[in-house]
Nanobody, 126 residues
Framework: QVQVAESGGGSVQAGGSLRLSCRMSGYADRTGCMAWFRQAPGQGREYVGFIDSNGIYTYYSDSVKGRFTISRDTPFKMEMFLQMSELNTEDTGVYFC??????????????????WGQGTQVTVPS
């Protein structure tokens, strides 16, 4: 089983930027797609975006497209990043990274991901 752990959360003013990291450990070579999800207070878990196993193909939700960028480190791809810019109050929430087993399609469905981190809090005060 792959373990993942997020870091980099914090409080940032509206319009600012923040970079989250997700580090893998364990059988990381068995990791395929990776994704970011977030959960606002009192809300369900929301898909943010995913990146394929090669770190080439990304796909974002409409709410973050053009503002957020997902990447993976090369060449070992043991870490995933979420660069967030133009943050607004609606981006507040706990951000989770998730990993899917290699050989599976990348999806927006949280049920398809088997490894989850504990989450990191991002707060954009009003």
């Amino acid at each position: 089983q792959v373990q993942v752990a997020e870091s980099g959360g914090g409080s940032v003013q509206a319009g600012g930027s923040l970079r989250l990291s997700c580090r893998m450990s364990g059988y990381a070579d068995r990791t395929g797609c990776m994704a970011w999800f977030r959960q606002a207070p009192g809300q369900g878990r929301e898909y943010v975006g995913f990146i394929d196993s090669n770190g080439i193909y990304t796909y974002y939700s409409d709410s973050v497209k053009g503002r957020f960028t997902i990447s993976r480190d090369t060449p070992f791809k043991m870490e995933m990043f979420l660069q967030m810019s133009e943050l607004n109050t609606e981006d507040t929430g706990v951000y989770f990274c998730a990993a899917r087993r290699k050989g599976k399609w990348c999806t927006k469905n949280s049920d398809d991901y088997v490894s989850w981190g504990q989450g990191t809090q991002v707060t954009v005060p009003s």
